[in-house]
């Protein structure tokens, strides 16, 4: 099993970034996907989630109507859109497969967002 994240990187505030995260080795339409990130010093929180079909999605409250998560169940692939950037977004995202009636959880390695000028 493999949760590959890419996209991170350095933005000034107000920017944007695509993160990805490709899934291997189980089946990756069957398992709710959410991304998480974790800044130093903080627990890790829930930044967005989408289910099975792609058709819900829920967001943390700080970025409701900047970040959009959208799946790929073809490519097996999850991705988070992030808008309009602020240094507090500043954190290592981390992708994250569960598959709650299982009680199955995958995790991947994260990948660092810095937004500073």
């Known amino acids: 099993v493999q949760l590959v994240e890419s996209g991170g990187g350095l933005v000034q505030p107000g920017g944007s970034l695509r993160l990805s995260c490709a899934a291997s080795?189980?089946?990756?339409?069957?398992?709710?996907m959410n991304w998480y990130r974790q800044a130093p010093g903080k627990e890790r929180e829930l930044v967005a989630g989408?289910?099975?079909?792609?058709?819900?999605?829920n967001y943390a409250d700080s970025v409701k109507g900047r970040f959009t998560i959208f799946r790929d169940n073809i490519k097996n692939t999850v991705y988070l859109q992030m808008n309009q950037l602020k240094p507090e977004d500043t954190a290592v995202y981390y992708c994250?497969?569960?598959?709650?009636?299982?009680?199955?959880?995958?995790w991947g390695q994260g990948t660092q967002v810095t937004v500073s000028s």
């Open positions: 994250n497969a569960l598959r709650k009636v299982l009680g199955i959880e995958y």
């Open positions: 080795g189980f089946t990756f339409s069957r398992y709710v």
């Open positions: 989408i289910t099975t079909d792609g058709g819900s999605t």
